[in-house]
């Protein structure tokens, strides 16, 4: 089995900075693409910033020039650093990735859990 492991959500004010941290461990072979969505009370879930194996990044619009995705395949670790939040940015922050396991051998997507992000003015 595969689990994504969230950590470094929290309360920040206005114009702070947080990392999140997500951690895949398991029956790992191959991890493809990893990503951040988030979703915010009555909003359907977004994407925030995806990253390829090969370190090429997507971003959404609203984030762009703050927010930096990154990712270390030694650890199966993909990172969101948050720069200058807003209280829009406040939301549940989701992990995600693509997972090819080593008892199935088939690309499958995996989420994580959540972690609460939250901005104050």
């Known amino acids: 089995q595969v689990q994504l492991v969230e950590s470094g959500g929290g309360l920040v004010q206005a114009g702070g900075s947080l990392r999140l941290s997500c951690a895949a461990s398991?029956?790992?072979?191959?991890?493809?693409?990893m990503a951040w969505y988030r979703q915010a009370p009555g909003k359907q879930r977004e994407l925030v910033a995806a990253?390829?194996?090969?370190?090429?990044?997507n971003y959404a619009d609203s984030v762009k020039g703050r927010f930096t995705i990154s990712r270390d395949n030694a650890k199966n670790t993909v990172y969101l650093q948050m720069n200058s939040l807003k209280p829009e940015d406040t939301a549940v922050y989701y992990c995600?990735?693509?997972?090819?396991?080593?008892?199935?051998?088939?690309?499958?997507?995996?989420w994580g859990q959540g972690t609460q992000v939250t901005v104050s003015s």
């Open positions: 990253v390829t194996r090969g370190s090429i990044t």
């Open positions: 995600n990735a693509d997972i090819v396991t080593i008892t199935s051998g088939i690309l499958r997507n995996y």
């Open positions: 398991g029956s790992i072979l191959f991890i493809n693409t």
